[in-house]
């Protein structure tokens, strides 16, 4: 697992800078720490429209100057809709749509969410989502910090671990048990860990891939970024690609090796862009 926790500094370097330093102070205020979220992993989910998190962030932006009180989650709400024009929101898997709200299922059939949105978790919170999150996995707390994040609306096992690992990784947080609540497993983690782990980790095994990756690794958030990263951004999300990569080092390194050179010479291109 050491070649893909080193390329987690690609995953850190590359995709979460312009999330994790874009939208201010992330810790010290519930607008920002909540445009985060849902800007970079509330609607992660399979299927989701690429336009939810966009407009949830504007939506957030739009709040900024507001009063962080009861009235902030049905407005959030209010104006996702209206920027939508009440069009395919999917309520019931939306991470902005407030708790008890009515709606109609693709049969017709009328149905009321039971989860809490985004915004009414967080203020049920002493501090914004962000420091929350970032504190209950300093102190040991993980098995009740990801159980309460699954309490939002339209997010699962994978959104909530999505969520924690990264905060670890950027905090440099090292929990010392529950870690495969750090493992968000996909379709490219259970591909590495089945592959690298044989008959005993089957690929439709979620928890086991998990407890593979943590077993398996010195750290184990940085490899399961390096695996994702790999998988999509250096083998371009092919799985003959990935693996023909696992089964030699060689085939491996020079994949990274073009991946590198890509990354120069688009570097390269901007800088010429802005000269």
């Known amino acids: 697992m050491e070649k893909f926790e080193r390329l987690s500094a690609l995953y850190v ?60 989650a049905s407005t959030a709400w209010c104006k996702f809709e209206q920027k939508l ?34 915004v009414q978790l967080a203020l049920q919170l002493d501090k914004p989502i962000v420091a929350w999150a970032r504190d209950a996995i300093a102190s040991g707390d993980l098995k009740n910090v990801h159980a309460k994040l699954m309490e939002i609306n339209g997010v699962g096992p994978k959104i909530a671990s999505l969520f924690l690992r990264d905060l670890a990784v950027w905090y440099n947080l090292v929990p010392t048990q529950d870690r495969q609540l750090l493992q968000p497993i996909d379709t ?37 970024q390096g695996i994702w ?30 991946h590198l050179h890509r990354l120069k010479a688009g570097a390269e291109a901007a800088d010429e862009f802005n000269g």
């Open 188 to 224: 490219w983690e259970a591909f590495v860990a089945s592959k690298m782990g044989g008959d005993g980790v089957p690929e439709s095994r979620h928890d086991k891939c998990a407890s593979y990756i943590v077993d398996q690794s010195q750290k184990p958030e940085h490899a399961n």
């Open 13 to 72: 370097k590359r995709l979460m800078p312009p999330n994790w330093r874009h939208f201010g102070d992330d810790v010290g205020d519930h607008w920002a720490s909540l445009r985060l979220f849902l800007w970079g992993y509330a609607y992660e989910r399979q299927g989701s429209s690429p336009d939810y998190s966009a407009v949830a962030c504007d939506v957030m932006r739009e709040l900024e100057s507001k009063p962080f009180d009861e009235r902030a």
């Open 229 to 258: 990263y790999f998988c999509t951004e250096v083998a371009f999300s092919s799985r003959y690609l990935v693996g023909r990569s696992l089964e030699n080092q060689a085939y491996f390194d020079r994949l990274l090796r073009h």
């Open 85 to 118: 024009n009440t069009k395919n929101t999917n309520p019931g898997l939306n991470p902005l749509c407030t708790n008890h709200t009515k709606y109609r299922w693709k049969d017709g059939v009328e149905k009321t969410t039971r989860k809490d949105s985004a």
